[in-house]
């Protein structure tokens, strides 16, 4: 009973469910579970429901009724948001500065890491520098 094509229909149930269906409410129903079957067997078990639900006594009701569940209400809803939402303001005061620090730290580590693997290379470059010219240029005494 899903999608836009059963709005007629789901009108109709809602409504015999808070009073009976006029004539022409009916014959419209009428046509549409005769053009829709599958949907018998929905409208059958409503109207089962709703004439047992029609059989029972009305429940007394006390007079603050709505005022008591209003404030059930009130209650869940101030149970359910979050405590303490003026801390967190605070909370984000005495967390930047450290996060700041936190983060120069971080970043002059990576530099000097950086650094010292250029002067690592260097000194490689070097070393491999002296070799090749040793290898190549060989000294006139081994001559």
Sequence with gaps: MKGHMNDPFNKLRET???????????AELRAWLAANPAARDDW?????????????????????FTARILQVVEMENAMAQPTAPLRRPWLWHSLLPKMAFAVAVVGLGLLSYHEARAMRRAQHARGVATVYGVAYHPSPEVL
């Design 44 to 64: 059958e078990a409503d109207a089962a429901l709703s004439r047992v639900l029609d059989r029972l006594p009305d429940a007394p009701v006390p007079s603050n």
């Design 16 to 26: 015999s469910w808070r009073r009976k269906l006029t004539p022409a409410e009916a």
